[in-house]
């Protein structure tokens, strides 16, 4: 049997993974008719440094969720106007909650009624009455690991940055952050240069290497609030956020020049890579297509880098 990690290399291993940052701390939903007791477990939550909303009106169940986007839903199961069992089958139902844990909070002892309730879509099940800290040590532990899964499925397995589909999403979200707040982003879109000839010359194993040094790059010398992500094979998305585009190439060529500075070493060769890049930000824009209009202008602005003699950023 292999040795396990360390804990504190298991915080490092997913650290790697940028959707887990660990920039906000966990959010928790209570669900509980009795506002008294939803609001007991919310504070013992906060005591341990969570965030947690607490409910007592059922109904609202999955406005709540919408609105706080919680980490984790800790639910009585026995409530007057709906059952918890139902209420778990209906935010189920929804596909982006599938894998949002749910915890049930029941005085029921019927093991029988405990299994029906995991088998309609709970995780688990917690026994009232509850030892408040040790309610707070469960929620936390299933919360982070959730966030930590999560992050694994919304990251591209080569580089570890969100994949396509998650910074598309991203990007729509801060946009309709800066129409309701106002407020400025830059994106900017990356391409190697001559990435086939690195391929060719020195094998795709090489070639997957360029391509994680180049995110490991782009993660380090960025704002930890920068959303990265693994745009296609050798292109990569970066939106900076409260960033002109003017900051923001300044930001990006801070990046080039280090990264071309950087040698690759084959047992024969040595060589550097460079990349081009394109900015555009949302100044000006508005409308519903607006995420495409912006992905269009700066994809544009790459093309022309490239036109330009590559190893360039282009406005
Ligand atoms: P340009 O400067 O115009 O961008 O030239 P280029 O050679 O980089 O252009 P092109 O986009 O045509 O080629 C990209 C190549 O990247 C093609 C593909 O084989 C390679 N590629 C895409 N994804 C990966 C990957 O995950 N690993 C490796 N090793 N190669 C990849
Ligand atoms: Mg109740
Ligand atoms: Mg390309
Ligand atoms: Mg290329």
């Known amino acids: 049997v292999p040795k396990p990690l360390e804990t504190n290399e298991l915080a490092d291993w997913l650290d790697q993974f940028a959707g887990h940052r660990r920039e906000a701390s966990l959010s928790i939903l209570v669900v509980d008719d009795d506002v008294v007791l939803a609001e007991t477990y919310a504070m013992a939550l906060r005591q341990a440094g969570m965030e947690a909303t607490s409910i007592s009106d059922p109904s609202r169940v999955l406005d709540a969720i919408a609105s706080v986007t919680p980490d984790l839903v800790l639910m009585d199961l026995q409530m007057p106007d709906i059952d918890g069992i139902e209420l778990a089958r209906v935010i189920r139902q929804t596909r982006r909650h599938m894998s949002l844990p749910l915890l049930f909070l029941s005085a029921e002892q019927d093991a029988a009624r405990q299994i029906q309730a995991r088998r309609l879509g709970g995780d688990d099940f917690i026994v009232k009455p509850v030892d408040l800290g040790r309610l707070a040590t469960v929620v936390r532990l299933r919360a ?11 990251s591209d397995s080569l580089t570890g940055l969100l994949n396509h589909g998650r910074f598309k999403e991203r990007l729509s979200l801060e946009l309709q952050r800066c129409r309701r707040e106002g407020g400025i982003v830059s994106l900017t879109l990356l391409d190697l240069d001559h990435f086939k000839q690195i391929n060719d010359q020195h094998g795709h194993l090489m070639g997957d290497r360029v391509i994680r040094s180049l995110a490991r790059s782009l993660q380090k010398r960025l704002r930890r609030t920068d959303v990265i992500g693994r745009y296609g094979g050798e292109e990569f998305a970066v939106l900076l956020l409260g ?21 690759f070493e084959t047992d024969s060769s040595r060589f550097t890579v460079s990349f081009s890049a394109g900015i555009a930000s949302n100044a000006g824009l508005d409308g519903p297509r607006e995420a495409e209009t912006l992905i269009e202008a700066a994809d544009a602005a790459l093309y022309a880098a490239k036109r330009a003699g590559r190893g360039c950023t282009r406005l």
Do not use: G
């Open 144 to 154: 982070e690991r959730a966030r930590a899964l999560r992050a694994i499925m919304e």
């Open 243 to 263: 960033t002109e585009a003017e900051a923001a190439r300044a930001a990006i060529d801070q990046v080039r020049r280090r990264f071309t500075a950087l040698p």
